[in-house]
């Protein structure tokens, strides 16, 4: 069964240091997007992504996160100057189809730790 | 805006019994829902969803789910539980006119514990 893969699976950073999230989605599925879930909080959507530029993005993904899908395969969250607040487990998930009808895929998530 | 609320942080119940996972709703429009389950240090694995149609949908695991739209409710659903059914479940939604944010809006979990 395909499923949407992540690595690292745990990703540990100083303070003010990039880091870049990688994600393989489902090869067929067209729509990307990403969540975080910070430790014992619900899970917040980030943004999502569709014919290469962003579709749609909540308040949380400021100028510091940035998305790009480099290849036909992966597709990436760089967060620029890290905060310790930016630790959390975060999500890539895809769909074939963005008007809901279809379910979105999750990967398992990296486990984001700014110290 | 639309939102989720699963009033309960935690359900217990004993194998074999039946389970209820409470979900309400609120969307401007009319509302796709699903359910999601979540077991330790691995992602969020879809349940079953509801899209339009018969009020009741089954789904993955022997999980069913009612919607009721007078109530704005989306109860997860299962007449008999296992201790392997123990995880944290998400309900999600997300505005099927277009209105609201076109991904999910998920709720703060609830965590289910089966006890043998």
């Known amino acids: 069964e395909p499923e949407v893969t992540q690595t690292p699976s745990h990703q540990v950073t100083q303070m003010g240091q990039e880091v870049i999230l990688r994600c393989v989605p489902i090869s067929n599925h067209l729509y990307f997007y990403w969540y975080r879930q910070i430790l014992g909080q619900k899970v917040e959507f980030l943004v999502s992504?569709?014919?290469?530029?962003?579709?749609?993005k909540s308040e949380i993904f400021d100028d510091q996160f940035s998305v790009e899908r480099p290849d036909g395969s992966n597709f990436t969250l760089k967060i620029r100057s890290t905060k310790l607040e930016d630790s959390a487990m975060y999500f890539c998930?895809?769909?074939?189809?963005?008007?809901?009808?279809?379910?979105?895929?999750f990967g398992p998530g990296t486990r984001l730790t700014v110290l | 805006a639309q939102s989720v609320a699963q009033p309960e942080d935690q359900v217990n119940v004993a194998e074999g019994n039946p389970l209820t996972v409470k979900c309400t709703y609120s969307v401007s429009g009319n509302p796709y829902l699903f359910w999601y389950v979540q077991y330790p240090n691995r992602g969020l694995q879809f349940l079953l969803k509801y899209i339009t149609g018969d009020n009741l949908v089954k789904g993955s695991y022997g999980f069913e789910a009612e919607f009721n739209k007078s109530q704005t409710s989306f109860h997860l659903k299962k007449p008999s539980a296992l201790v392997s059914d123990s995880a944290l479940y998400f309900c999600a939604v997300r505005d099927m006119t277009g209105k609201g944010r076109r991904a999910l809006t998920f709720g703060s979990g609830t965590r289910l514990q089966v006890q043998p």
């Open positions: 998930a895809s769909s074939e189809a963005m008007g809901g009808l279809l379910e979105q895929f």
């Open positions: 992504f569709y014919n290469n530029e962003i579709s749609e």
